[in-house]
């Protein structure tokens, strides 16, 4: 028999290891945690309540989210964000790069708009999110689940041409996130990408809410692929709500409506844990809250955050 949630929240939080000054991690949220998905879409949070509440949370980093949600002209949103204690981490950006040739020019002005306002922004990080294989709102199939070979090259190819022109241009990391309902998912495709791009072009976003999603294990993977690690996304499943979409095959975005992606510590994974890994690689790295809740009352995001930032705190973070 499950324990009740207030019983399984407990015991996240009294397992965590005595706290750990995580000198090395840079807490931030996101407009995902807001639930922003789109640059305007009628369910979602006005732009300036979402950098006033995320300033009354206590976070001092951000990322843009998708681009067009936060003002473009950098004059306006660096007054924005600096009135309120703010910067930016890193722009956020979508690709289909397993696609080949065919699609890289449309791909360099979609990369080149949102790295431009990130670096211009002062951020040292792009997060590239391969193309969904179906669609996060409808859950309609796009294409095949897997990748050919040929694609698979192309995806390691062009991802490596685009850190090395992201970087040449505009002296910003990639780093690429792997997310449910795309080509890189699991342990198994993870490693397989990590394994075929350069590691001095092609660094990771690992998000521990999508990667317990597809089944992977965060601290193992810092662990073993710790040089690659270059960004972190601190989410979590509702284990329980997992294995019924697991179960039925439902599609992410319907999945993130049931709350499968839920408020820390009451998931998976533990994130003391993951951050201490972190803090072992000796490096300084953005750790960006992101807790998927598209659509939600606008009411619901301030208490969360606050809440979370809390956590994290007692966490050493």
């Known amino acids: 028999m499950t324990p009740p949630l207030a019983i399984r929240t407990l015991a996240a939080m009294t397992s965590l290891s005595p706290q750990t000054s ?24 006005p732009w300036q309540r979402f ?27 660096t007054e924005e964000t600096s009135r309120r204690g703010l910067k930016v981490s890193a722009g956020t950006v979508f690709t289909g790069l397993h696609h080949g040739e065919a699609v ?10 949102n790295a431009l306002l990130a670096q211009a922004m002062g951020a040292s990080h792009l997060v590239v999110i391969p193309s969904f294989w179906r669609d996060d709102k409808t859950g309609e199939v796009l294409e095949p689940d897997t990748l ?4 698979w090259r192309n995806l390691s190819s062009l991802t490596e ?3 090395r022109r992201v970087r040449e241009e505009y002296g910003l990391r990639i780093v690429v996130h792997p997310h449910a309902d795309t080509h890189i998912d699991s342990e198994e495709n993870v490693v397989r990408f990590l394994d075929g791009t350069d590691s ?6 690992l998000d521990t809410g999508h990667y317990a999603y597809c089944g992977g294990d965060s601290v193992k993977l810092i662990e073993t692929y710790g040089e690659r690690i270059g960004y972190l996304h601190l989410k979590q499943v509702d284990p329980e709500i997992l294995a019924d979409v697991r179960a039925n095959e439902v599609p992410f975005g319907p999945a993130v409506a049931r709350g499968v992606m839920c408020e820390p510590p009451a998931g998976v994974p533990a994130l003391g844990p993951v951050l201490e890994a972190a803090q072992k690689l000796d490096v300084d790295l953005f750790a ?24 994290l705190r007692s966490c050493g973070a």
């Not at 991690?25 to 639930?35: E, H, K, L, V």
């Not at 050919?148 to 694609?151: A, D, G, R, S, Y």
């Open 161 to 163: 041409r685009l850190g």
């Open 22 to 45: 995580l000198s090395r991690i840079r807490i931030g949220s996101a407009p995902d945690s807001w639930g922003v998905w789109f640059p305007d879409d009628p369910q979602q949070v």
């Open 51 to 77: 950098l006033d509440e995320v300033a009354q949370s206590g976070y001092e980093w951000i990322e843009l989210g998708p681009y067009g949600y936060l003002p473009t002209d950098p004059a306006v949103l």
């Open 148 to 151: 050919t070979p040929e694609q």
């Open 104 to 113: 890289w020019e449309k791909t360099w002005a979609h990369v080149a708009d």
């Open 288 to 311: 960006i809250v992101e807790q998927d809740m598209y659509p939600c009352e606008p009411d619901r995001p301030l208490p969360i955050a606050q809440r979370t930032r809390a956590f």
């Open 200 to 205: 001095s072009l092609v660094s990771l976003c």
